[in-house]
């Protein structure tokens, strides 16, 4: 039996509020909703493009740590706190997933977190056997 693993970005944010980044319970790997903080300055960038393409390095890096990579991801779930974010956040979501293509939702909602954060992806990644 498959031994389900915890990994962690180191995030204080996963200590202190008991989650990890991702779960691996073969052969899935299970991608908690990432925000565009840059976790080793703890960073956030104003632009939302910018935070995306944070989420997608602390997500790739969540996969390879649980021995999978992008093109496993099967499934992406993305949340704005604005429609006009949508564009540029979509944009930088293709330049990582234009190949890969995941079924994949994006949202739009009144808030997250904290008022810095304006988007959120969560990734579902199966591994190919």
Do not use: H
């Amino acid at each position: 039996m498959a031994e389900r693993r915890l990994i962690s970005t180191g995030s204080p944010f996963e200590r202190d509020y008991g989650y990890s980044r991702a779960v691996i319970d073969e052969p899935f790997a299970f991608v908690a909703g990432t925000t565009g903080y840059d976790y080793a300055a703890m960073t956030m960038p104003e632009d939302v493009a910018d935070q995306a393409r944070n989420c997608w390095r602390t997500i790739g890096k969540a996969l390879t740590d649980g021995g999978f990579s992008l093109a496993d991801v099967v499934r992406v779930t993305t949340y704005v706190t604005r429609p006009e974010f949508q564009t540029p956040v979509l944009q930088a979501q293709g330049a990582v997933l234009a190949d890969i293509r995941p079924a994949a939702t994006i949202v739009v909602v009144s808030a997250l977190a904290r008022s810095e954060m304006k988007v959120e992806i969560e990734a579902t990644a199966k591994r190919r056997t």
